[in-house]
Nanobody, 121 residues
Framework: VQLQACGGGLVQAGGSLRLSCAASGSIFSINGMSWYRQAPGNERELVAGITSDGSTNYADSVKGRFTISRDNAKNTVYLQMNSLKPEDTAVYFC????????????????WGQGTLVTVSS
């Protein structure tokens, strides 16, 4: 299973970006899908998550500004980021919990390669 994230870039404060992360490979099923971020000198932190039935959770710092969604037919998770702030600058990573076709009894965690979001003031 591979994850390909894209959509990062440079944006001014107050602007918007939409990240996407597509999973490919021998996927049997996907449970939770999440976005994390890591700013320089900081630990990786959870930004938002969405379960297989569509329930969502957000970090307090992004509530009301970010929206996570998923397209199960495309095995893709999205993060719509609005009203961006300089403190949102970080590398954003997608993560999924999935079962692959070769070992569907095991739930594994997979990470994307990260996409850089830079918000200028």
């Amino acid at each position: 299973v591979q994850l390909q994230a894209c959509g990062g870039g440079l944006v001014q404060a107050g602007g918007s970006l939409r990240l996407s992360c597509a999973a490919s490979g021998s996927i049997f099923s996907i449970n939770g899908m999440s976005w994390y971020r890591q700013a320089p000198g900081n630990e990786r932190e959870l930004v938002a998550g969405i379960t297989s039935d569509g329930s969502t959770n957000y970090a307090d710092s992004v509530k009301g500004r970010f929206t996570i969604s998923r397209d199960n037919a495309k095995n893709t998770v999205y993060l719509q980021m609005n009203s961006l702030k300089p403190e949102d600058t970080a590398v954003y990573f997608c993560n999924i919990e999935a079962r692959d076709a070769g070992s569907f009894h095991l739930l594994k965690s997979y990470w994307g390669q990260g996409t850089l979001v830079t918000v200028s003031s």
